[in-house]
């Protein structure tokens, strides 16, 4: 074979160019070419943009016609912002980021499914934290059409409408300043409210259905009163959460003030949710929402006290006027920290009763929560369960990046109070220091035995060696 034809062949082999003549040169760049390919890359997190370049693929995608390639751009963006990164510049969509925010303005209006909705909103609330305050435009811009998916009613779209408002409720709480902090936080305890009070009103019409319904019609009447309060229960939970985030910018007084309300207390929906069940054991994420919201409120009411010392019933009339509701709070609270149901995995079980227990802890007995946060660059002490919403808000949106936000996201630095990074760049993101029972506890646990084996492994090696001396 003539040294033209070997180059051709070796160029079919690796996706070079077949036309023309090649030269020793030509060869010797594709060469150099196919050996940078083979070369082995260090191993990331998460599969995302490594440049420019693929930030510009990504954005093709967001225009393409086929939902399915604009959901797989959107991936890849969360991903993007996910990802460990060297710095906060290794971020950037820095001409890119106008074209980025018009198809996701043009995609939230009118998602054509509930996934490219929910991949949406979560990718706007990670540009949030990548623009950081002061970006009054970019809130503006979306505030309206994300208030429009929370209140729409295309049922293709009902699994959005929390997504929504969570996102929502961090760009608020990023973003948009002062006034629209009151505005969404109002919007927040009034969607809480008025789903909750819909859920009672359907409830009481089922409950007046005629007895003499035979038992298909009792069945369907069962299965659908117990659909209806599901359908809109993770909205309600959403709010709880972005009610307590954008609560954590008030004063105690103003959190007072919006807890006793015109009327009903945000108290009772919490309730609510604090005892909803579907039948099927599913909802602990629920009624955790609900739980810590309701310590936040009793943190908020002992913070106004001054920490005089006021029992938990003081503290809970000090919330709401009805001291039934404050007495079931109460209860509700002890009888699920203790939960033996077996309705529920024993696995998913174990987990409710440790947060629970940490809960119970300080609503009943003023314990405050003691966590250990392990971040690259600092380690937080977290003693407040206004510090642990904000911690774990922000973790549910940057995913596997959390670890490394303090050097990625200097937004995340001011907010969760840091002032200075060490050069530590080890931080897992874990909590090492935890309540007795938590799952961070069980992993840290878990970590520990590991070490022992490992040690004893070592030592029982060392003496199988004779290497040890009495």
Request: contains cysteine; aromatic residues 6%; charged residues 30%.
């Amino acid at each position: 074979m003539g040294k033209k034809s070997k180059i051709k062949a070796l160029q079919k082999k690796i996706g070079g160019e077949t036309a023309g003549d090649s030269s020793d040169e030509e060869l010797d760049d594709v060469s150099v070419t196919h050996t940078t390919d083979e070369r082995p890359t260090t191993p990331v997190r998460s599969k995302a943009p490594d440049s420019v370049s693929s930030v510009s693929e990504l954005v093709e995608k967001l225009t393409d016609k086929r939902f399915t390639t604009r959901e797989a751009g959107l991936d890849l963006l969360i991903k993007h912002f996910q990802s460990s990164r060297a710095n906060s510049d290794d971020l950037s969509i820095e001409g890119y980021q106008d074209t980025i925010l018009t198809h996701l303005q043009r995609i939230v209006r009118k998602p054509f499914s509930a996934k490219e909705g929910k991949l949406c909103a979560h990718l706007l609330s990670l540009i949030g934290l990548h623009l950081g305050p002061d970006e009054d435009e970019f809130f503006k811009n979306f505030e309206k059409p994300l208030r429009q998916l929370v209140d729409g009613t295309n049922p293709v779209l009902q699994d959005v409408r929390g997504p929504a408002l969570s996102c929502l409720a961090l760009l608020t709480y990023i973003c948009g300043g002062v006034d629209a902090g009151y505005k969404i936080w109002s919007y927040c305890e009034r969607i809480l409210k008025e789903e909750a009070l819909a859920v009672r009103e359907s409830d009481s019409e089922h409950s007046g259905s005629e007895d003499d319904s035979d038992d298909d019609e009792q069945s369907q009447s069962t299965q659908s009163s117990t659909e209806r309060p599901s359908s809109s229960v993770s909205l309600r939970s959403a709010a709880a959460e972005a009610w307590v985030l954008l609560a954590t910018l008030r004063t105690p007084e103003e959190v007072l003030t919006h807890s006793q309300g015109e009327g009903d207390s945000i108290l009772e929906p919490l309730l609510e949710l604090l005892q909803f069940h579907d039948g099927t054991g599913n909802n602990i994420e629920m009624k955790v929402t609900a739980g810590k919201a309701l310590a936040f409120l009793w943190e908020v009411a002992s913070e106004a006290e001054g920490g005089a010392g006021a029992s938990p019933t003081e503290l809970g009339t000090s919330l709401c006027s009805d001291p039934n509701t404050v007495q079931q709070i109460l209860e509700t609270i002890k009888q699920i920290s203790k939960d033996s149901s077996k309705r529920i995995s024993k696995k998913d079980r174990k987990e409710q009763r440790a947060e629970f227990r940490v809960i119970e802890d300080f609503v009943l007995k003023a314990e405050p929560p003691e966590e250990s946060l392990r971040m690259q660059g600092a380690v937080l002490e977290l003693n407040s369960f206004k510090e642990l919403h904000i911690v774990e808000t922000l973790r549910t949106v940057l995913g596997t990046g959390f670890h490394s936000a303090l050097r990625l996201y200097p937004v995340v630095k001011d907010v969760l109070g840091v002032e200075y990074l060490t050069d530590h760049i080890d931080g897992a993101g874990d909590d090492n220091k935890v309540n007795k029972g938590s799952s961070a506890d069980k992993t840290r646990s878990n970590y520990r035995k590991q070490d022992r084996k490992y040690r004893q492994m070592n030592a029982d090696t060392m003496y199988d060696a004779g290497d040890y001396e009495d």
